[in-house]
């Protein structure tokens, strides 16, 4: 189907500290790079043309016009209603996380401008928690669909996300429902949400906010789907097909509108918003 | 459940004394009421404290009546509705039309199969996104006839499969949690057996929540659970302990309306029992919610998804 080789992502260390060192090693080709140069390149491997996985803020920076994003979020953070307790506790792990990241939880939102169109963006991080959706997360997207609806801008949400968050049980659960309902006044307004599924884009967060874009944009190497291979493999015994849940497998029947390079992410987005311009006043 | 065993023993015994009592004429009232006593008394032990584990395993009983059962007892008039008009129509999730208490109605059900044949062909009431699909269509058509829907759920979870995933099985779900969340008309849901995670939800997005009280409703299966933050799939009694799952834990949270009783040792033993309660409580809550004006319904429902969910503040700025 393509005629690009079929980009895998590397996944950086959450523990490497991303300010000690000038040097970086391809986890792909073995290469030894500059960083600063990786960075420049969009966190694209200048040797392989291996994907780096990106934080939320460096999502960011990849994304909107320099300088331009504003946080927005709420001042809000878990409290563990469950107090759940696994191989350690939530609380734990949820300062384990801050400390890793220095975010309150697994999603980034502010507003920013992409080629000089204002919008709210969302952005997850897969670092926190695998990107995992509770309270907080579901609380910040709504957040932001309020905030775009108050602005009269679009919203755009940047998926990356292994589904709901366990530990926080039918709380969770409950965020598909309420990000799916709040996602209506963004139509009731007349304002386009864009939804762009980054590494990965699964479980809960896919089967909710995130297939309810009025486009859906998958960034080239994503992985797309409800299940998780592992469940599907074991449900029904036998090999999956290569291409599965690839952004090329999602693209083929139908799931998302396109298939675009990190490259040229930015320029396709304030594109596809420029469409827009003549509807937002 | 070996505990279970006993008591089936001992109720048969008590009827074979019962038919002895009555073709030979011997008396054994004595005895009976002995045995009925000893009976009742080991149920209420039995059942009176049930562990989370334990109400799963009510909750998959493999005697525990399903969504049919409940059409059969609790409904009149059911007339089945079939496929999404795409792709095909999933036996394990049943729509239609029915009259509950002479109200036309739209009653949406997840049917798990009693026999290996039945299990095979509705895949255990895992739903497939023409399932989902056919819902919606059974939602919107609800909506212009302003019809009350209601809807029981019973469901390990979406169907995980590959042709689940082409026919994007994670869309199909999300389309329905938007449908559901301003659908013009009355949505009462009613968790039965397994509230198995988006594929439960997928059709429980609604204005009242009730649970069987050993119905179970969360995020992940206690076995996925632990598997997945214990790595080890044996520690799935602690997974739902900590999963908060049963039906009395999540109406102290207030995440659902009312929890409805089952006779002792579970709604198979007495099924007439638990029809009655289950369409009092679906008949009462119907009326009181087509009462209120649709308008105001539909901002009640809205409102109580918007506020879900459990965080603090980190600061006292108001963003």
């Not at chain 1, 409800?226 to 139908?254: C, M, W």
């Not at chain 2, 006593?37 to 525990?64: C, G, I, Q, T």
Request: charged share 25%; proline share 4%; with cysteine.
């Amino acid at each position: 189907m393509s005629i690009f080789k079929e980009k895998r992502y590397v996944r950086v260390d959450v523990e490497s500290k991303p300010e000690e060192g000038l040097w970086m090693k391809c986890k792909s080709c073995g290469d030894l790079l500059f960083k600063r140069r990786v960075k420049e390149n969009n966190n694209i491997c200048p040797s392989c043309g291996e994907y780096f996985f990106l934080t939320a803020m460096e999502r960011v920076e990849t994304l909107v016009d320099e300088g331009s994003f504003v946080d927005g979020a709420k001042p809000i953070e878990s409290n563990d209603p469950l107090m759940f307790v696994d191989s350690k506790p939530y609380s734990q792990r949820l300062d384990e996380a801050r400390e890793a990241t220095g975010l309150a939880d697994a999603i980034v939102v502010g507003t920013a401008d992409v080629g000089g169109i204002g919008i709210v963006l969302a952005v997850m991080d897969f670092r926190f928690i695998g990107g995992s959706m509770g309270s907080v997360m579901g609380e910040q997207i709504c957040h932001g669909m309020e905030t775009a609806v108050e602005k009269k801008v679009p919203f755009v949400l940047v998926s990356s996300s292994g589904g709901a968050r366990i530990q926080e049980g039918v709380y969770s659960l409950m965020q598909m429902a309420k990000t799916a309902a709040v996602r209506k006044h963004l139509a009731d307004a007349r304002l386009p949400f864009i939804s762009i599924m980054t590494y990965p884009t699964s479980g809960g967060v896919q089967a909710s906010i995130a297939s309810l874009g009025d486009i859906i944009i998958a960034e080239r190497g994503t992985m797309i789907g409800f299940a998780g291979r592992r469940v599907i493999q074991s449900t029904i015994a036998k090999e999956l097909p290569p291409n599965y849940q690839t952004d090329s497998f999602a693209l083929e029947h139908g799931g998302i509108d396109r298939v675009v390079s990190r490259d040229v992410l930015r320029t396709e987005l304030a594109d596809v918003l420029s469409f827009f311009s003549g509807v937002l006043s | 459940m070996s505990e279970e065993r006993t008591l089936d023993l001992l109720e048969a015994k008590i009827e074979e004394l019962r038919s002895l009592n009555r073709e030979d004429g011997i008396d054994l009232s004595g005895e009976i009421e002995r045995l009925e006593k000893k009976l009742e008394a080991m149920r209420r032990e039995l059942y009176s404290n049930l562990s989370d584990w334990e109400r799963v395993r009510f909750a998959r009983h493999p005697k525990r009546p399903y969504a049919l059962d409940y059409i059969e007892a609790v409904f009149t008039d059911f007339y089945e509705l079939h496929g999404d008009r795409i792709v095909g129509d999933d036996p394990a999730l049943v729509a239609g039309l029915a009259r509950l208490d002479g109200r036309s109605v739209v009653v949406l059900g997840q049917q798990k199969g009693r026999s290996t044949e039945e299990k095979q062909l509705r895949l255990f009431g895992m739903t497939r996104p023409h399932g989902y699909r056919k819902a919606r269509r059974a939602l919107l058509l609800a909506e212009r006839f302003s019809f009350p829907v209601i809807t029981l759920i019973d469901t390990p979870g979406a169907y995980p499969g590959v042709e689940a995933e082409e026919l994007n099985i994670g869309c199909a779900i999300a389309e329905n949690l938007l449908t559901m969340s301003s659908l013009a008309t009355p949505i009462v849901s009613l968790v039965i057996g397994e509230g198995g995670s988006g594929g439960a939800l997928a059709i429980g997005v609604a204005d009242c929540i009730l649970m069987l009280e050993n119905a179970i409703y969360s995020v992940i299966s206690p076995e996925a659970a632990a598997s997945i933050v214990w790595r080890d799939k044996e520690r799935m009694k602690e997974a739902a302990v900590a999963l908060n799952l049963t039906a009395p834990h999540l109406f102290e949270r207030g995440l659902i309306d009312a929890v409805i009783s089952e006779p002792l040792g579970g709604a198979h033993r007495d099924f007439a029992a638990t029809t009655k309660s289950v369409r009092s409580e679906l008949v009462r809550r119907v009326e009181d919610l087509a009462a209120l004006p649709v308008d105001e319904l539909v901002e009640k429902r809205y409102e109580r998804y918007r506020n879900v969910g459990q965080f603090r503040m980190t600061s006292d700025d108001t963003v």
